[in-house]
């Protein structure tokens, strides 16, 4: 089950493990620091394509960032590689 709280705490959870303040991960995810606010206190949710953008740069599967999955980590492709996202 999709809990925006949860989606929010594992979200400022990477964010500040991270270091990187709201505004940054706003550009990552080409949204307003306003907007990553409002997710992290659970009162707004991303679309999905930023949710995956998140989840590539974090490398943490969206199971982990919506709550369904406690391991964080992303498995590997089904060709045995990682994705690589490149942030202009």
Do not use: W
Not at 41 to 60: M, R, Y
Not at 67 to 83: A, Y
Request: contains cysteine; glycine residues 6%; hydrophobic residues 40%.
């Amino acid at each position: 089950m999709f809990l925006k709280s949860m989606f929010g705490e594992r979200l400022k959870a990477l964010r500040m493990e991270a270091c990187l303040t709201q505004q940054q991960l706003g550009r990552i995810s080409n949204c307003s620091s306003q907007t990553i606010s409002a997710v992290e206190n659970g009162k707004h949710v991303l679309s999905i394509e930023q949710a995956c953008v998140l989840s590539i740069f974090f490398d943490v599967s969206l199971d982990y960032l919506v709550g369904c999955d406690s391991i964080p980590k992303r498995k590997e492709g089904m060709f045995g590689h990682r994705k690589v996202l490149t942030v202009h």
